[in-house]
Structure formats: C-alpha cells, structure tokens
C-alpha cells in the first residue's frame, strides 16, 4: 500500500465517480463526475474502470505528494501545466510519482474541472454504488466534503508499468445542444426564441448544483409555478427572475420551475467545462439526433482502451495534444469566489 | 374511483428521461396513477429503465437510448400507463412521533393565530389527519404528504429560513411534510420528530415509500429526547401498523 497525500488544493474539488444511481426516488441526488469523459479517460490511463472514484479538482490549483511508495497517476480533462519536480507532465498522460515526489498542478487554462485517477481508484465505503461527495447529505468516501490539504488516499503501490497517453476524440465545438421540453409549453414562441439565438454566460455564482445562466429574462406563460416534478442533469429549469439555471450534478431531484429545455447527455460535460464568463449560444436539436449523439458518446467513452498510445511518442505530439485539449474550451479568467460549493438549493 | 383524467402526456426531459405527466396540479388520482405505473414497472421492468422517480403528478422515467429509443419506449408505458388504476392495496402504515410546540415547533402558535384558534387544536387537526406519501424529494428522505386538513391550509411563509432542523415536521400550502436532514424552507414549522426517514447505516436506509400510509402522535419533548438518542443509535422509533 502507498499512500497519495493532498499537499495543497483549492476549493470545489472532491471525489467523484460514475454517481450515485437507484435512489433518486428517495431524494438522493446522484452527483458524479461533472466532466465524465474527461473522468473515463484519466481511469482509462491507468488501467481503472471508466467511472472509477477519482479526484475532481476544481479551477484553481493543487498537488499530490506520493508516500510509502511509488503512487501511478493520470491527468485528463480541463488543461493546465502540471509537473513532477520541474519536469513537465502533458494533460492525458499517466506518470509515476516515486516515494515523495510531487505531481503540482496550475489553474485550469479553461474550462474547470481536470481529473487525477489514480492506478487501482481511490478506495473507501460506497453507498448506494457510489464514493461520489455530496456534502449537503453527509456522502462521500474516504472524506464526505470537498477534500483539504492535508487529507490522504490509501492506494495501491504503482505498476511499474510504461506510462500511456490516449488520443481523445476531436473536441466538438460549437453551440451547447438541447432538446427543448418537458415544460417548453410554459413558454411562448417568442421566449423560446429569446432563449435559442441569445448569448449566454455562466454566472459566477454557479456550482455543482447548477449553473446560473446571464443573459435576457425569460418571460413564463402562466407564472413561475408548477407542481414539484423530477429533474435531470441538463435541466434547464427559468424561476421567477426569469434567469434560466441549468441544473447539474448535485441539483435536487425534483424541482417546481418550468423547465424550457434540457442539455443533451453528450454536451453536459462541454456545458460543465465552460468557464464562467465566456459567451456561449444554446442549439435546439431532434430527439433522433440527440440520441444518436448520446449513443455516440457512450460508443467514445467505451472505445477509450483502443486509443491508449504508448507515452514515448508524445514528444512528437504534444504540442499538437495541448492544442487539441484547448480547442473548444474559450480560455477566461475565473473569479476566486466562483466555485465555492454553497449550502444553498 | 371513476377515471376522469385523460391519457398522461410523454414529454421529453432529454434524450436519457422521459416525464409521464398524468396532471399539471396537485390530483389524488394523478398520483395514484403515477403510483401505479412506478409499480408496474417495478413488478415487470422494461430493458433499457434505469431508475424510475414519482413525483405528485408525474412519474420520471430515466432509461438509456442506447438499448431503447424514445419512441419505442412510449409506445411499450403508454398501454400500462391508461390501465386502469389496480384495486387498492393494503398500504404500509407509519406512525410517527412528533413534539410539537417550543423551540421544537416556532410556528406553531403563529399557525395558531393565523388560523384564528389554539395552538392544541392546530395540533389535534395535525395529528389527526390520515396522509400518503405522495412522493419523495429535494434532500434524502424528505417526504411530501398529502392529506392536510383542509383548515390547515395557508400559504407559504414570504421569507424561507435558510436552515430548519433536521426532522422538521411542518405544512405548506396544501401539503404537509416530513423532514429528515437540516434544510432550508418556507413552511410553517409545527414540531419535530425523532424519527429519521433516511438514516445512512441503518436498515433499511430510507423508512418511507412514496405509497405509505402516515399518522401523527403527540410526544413531550422529554420523551423526544428519549426517543431521539434510541433513532440515532439506529431504531427505528416510528411505529409501523400492518394493515
């Protein structure tokens, strides 16, 4: 057994996995990777099961220190410079941290949230299936909160295997696609349209709850009132001010505004790594064609083996790696206070 | 009961869920349509579903497009969603302790006042009302009932507290509530129970169903104390009748 030290980490980052299904009935939020290929393909670097408990480390930076042995680690999802003692790591490889080394990681480049798989997963007491944090029901394992410098995973002791990259798909870029509905029959065409051709921003006071959405009022047909139904991640639910929330992994299984909208499976984790402040357009699409592209998604994610490559290559591709991760994510500051985890449904 | 509501609607909530909406308001026989279908897709499950959640009005279904489509999906709920609605069965009963009043029930003499009597009648309207759960939300085991006294409707408070006790027990609008962790919320806070409908290590983990049958009982507050240290060393303290 190794041990895997947080030396340092910033807020809004925790452990999080495929989620917590089964029991939403009972008002148990499922929670979950935000980003969940950027998840599946950090496990997949180091051999785990795709939705495998990992880190999710939030916008700002942080590091990990290797302890009683040699601890083997991937990086994969929003970009950011990373290294082990001045020697650089690229995002979407493994790399092997010996007794006492560190892995640091910057500020995301872009999006959010990046995800540390660790070989062998982050082990501890799953409840319903699950390690996912979720603070306001007391979940998680090993820490059921957002994790601290000073907390530490046992883990298993590295490989000793070559270290791998994996080739991502192309990043689809583009709007953040929609099927309209349940309650798009709330609204009039005109507000629907409001909705569809508008710019959009994430508001800074967005979590994993829900993202706050800045842009024109949606006006409500027959007020802001509807009798409690279930949600989904990608719910994208307009209250009485009229600023649409599209609603997230830790959102509340049911809720009582109407919903104009809802993200498509594939978009949730390019709406998730969207940074807060960066102009975006909404896309309403078929349900033939949302499927198709969910299937799609789910195909990209179980392929994922296939695109592992062996790491001695990458000096020849990593700038063309770098180039790839950033496509698509607009690179924008991010305000300190943004990604605190609130209290607060 | 006579049928009176048309065929529920299938609206999408994405590509991965569909909502089956039998009413747009609060309707007994909607939810316990909604109650029916949970259970008949419980009873014979349908490839591809992969969590179902009723809800007042509506039952979500969450399925995956990869073993089955949205439309081949309504075309096989639809036919069990018009069944008409199974004799009622024997539902499971629970009846819960409350402490109403003092630092346990804020409301309950304002509730008292606003509604132009005294705070022990308030109480025996409470307690003696007959409820379901109508369905489960918002924070684990939070449940809704329906059932309230119909003199025990008021609105909501104007200004949510932002953190109510854990076990809260209390009205809003049309609807009374049993609530499990400390949350925020706009009702009228009547009393607290000892009782844990969702209790992380304790079988089972969440007591109630949505279906269940509950009453109320008056406690005084030294044996909520009582009663409080037995729940969080894991009893159930809630009494179940078998019908």
Redesign the interface.
């Known amino acids: 057994m190794s041990r895997l030290i947080v030396a340092s980490i910033g807020p809004a980052s925790s452990v999080q996995d495929g989620g917590r299904h089964g029991a939403q009935r009972y008002g148990l939020t499922v929670s979950g990777a935000m980003d969940r290929l950027s998840l599946a393909a950090a496990n997949t670097l180091v051999g785990n099961e795709p939705f495998a408990a990992a880190v999710e480390i939030g916008p700002f930076g942080a590091s990990f220190t290797a302890r009683d042995g040699a601890v083997r680690v991937a990086i994969s999802g929003a970009p950011r410079n990373a290294d082990v003692a001045g020697n650089p790591v690229a995002m979407d490889t493994s790399v092997t941290l010996k007794d006492g080394e560190t892995l640091t990681l910057g500020f995301a480049r872009g999006g959010a949230f990046t995800y540390l798989a660790i070989q062998g997963a982050i082990k501890g007491e799953p409840v319903f299936g699950s390690l996912a944090v979720n603070a306001r029901a007391g979940l998680g394992s090993p820490y059921p909160r957002p994790l601290q410098a000073g907390d530490e995973f046992n883990v298993d002791a590295a490989s000793g295997a070559s270290e791998l990259r994996i080739e991502l798909p192309k990043p689809v870029s583009g709007p953040i696609r929609v099927l309209l509905g349940p309650q798009d029959d709330e609204f009039d065409e005109a507000n629907k349209a409001l909705f569809l051709n508008s710019e959009w921003k994430i508001s800074a006071t967005s979590d994993r709850m829900g993202y706050r959405l800045e842009g024109p009022a949606i006006k409500h047909l027959h007020g802001h009132n509807i009798v409690s139904d279930g949600t989904v991640n990608g719910s994208i639910q307009v209250p009485g001010n009229g600023a649409p929330i599209a609603l997230m992994m830790d959102r509340g299984t049911s809720g009582g505004y109407p919903k104009i909208a809802t993200v498509i499976t594939a978009d949730i984790g390019r709406l998730a790594q969207t940074s807060a402040g960066t102009a975006f357009r909404f896309k309403a699409v078929s349900m033939a064609e949302a499927q198709d592209e969910a299937r799609k998604f789910a195909q990209a994610i179980r392929s994922l083996p296939d695109r592992l490559r062996s790491a001695d290559t990458v000096a020849l591709n990593i700038e063309a790696l770098s180039d790839a991760n950033v496509a698509g994510y607009a690179v924008s500051a991010v305000d300190a206070g943004t990604w605190q985890v609130t209290a607060e449904p | 009961m006579a049928a009176t509501l048309p065929p529920p609607r299938l609206?999408?909530?994405?590509?991965?869920?569909v909502?089956v909406?039998f009413s747009?308001?609060?309707d007994d026989e909607a939810n316990q349509r909604v109650l029916a279908l949970?259970k008949a897709l419980a009873a014979s499950p349908i490839d591809g579903i992969?969590?179902?959640?009723?809800?007042?009005?509506?039952?979500?279904v969450?399925y995956d497009?990869?073993k089955i489509?949205?439309d081949a999906l309504g075309q096989t709920i639809l036919p069990i969603a018009i069944r008409p609605l199974p004799p009622v069965t024997k539902a499971r009963r629970w009846r819960i302790p409350v402490a109403y009043g003092g630092e346990h029930g804020i409301d309950l003499e304002d509730v008292a006042k606003a509604l132009g009597t005294t705070p022990d009648d308030i109480v025996a309207r409470h307690a003696g009302g007959d409820y379901k759960v109508a369905?489960?939300?918002?924070?684990?085991?939070?449940s809704?009932l329906s059932g309230l006294d119909k003199s025990l409707h008021m609105s909501r408070r104007q200004s949510p507290r932002?953190l109510t006790p854990a076990g809260t027990i209390s009205i809003g609008g049309i609807q009374a509530g049993i609530q499990c962790?400390a949350?925020?919320s706009g009702w009228h806070l009547l009393g607290r129970t000892p009782v844990r409908t969702?209790q992380?290590h304790r079988n089972p983990?969440?007591l109630t169903e949505?279906g269940d049958r509950v009453t109320f009982f008056a406690i005084d507050h030294k044996m909520f104390e009582e009663m409080d240290r037995a729940a969080e060393a894991g009893e159930i303290v809630a009494e179940q009748v078998v019908a």
């Open positions: 609206l999408p909530s994405g590509d991965s869920a909502t909406e747009r308001t609060i949970d992969t969590e179902t959640v009723p809800t007042y009005r509506s039952l979500l969450h497009p990869g489509g949205f369905m489960i939300g918002f924070t684990p085991g939070w809704y932002l962790l949350a925020p969702y992380l983990t969440f949505p």
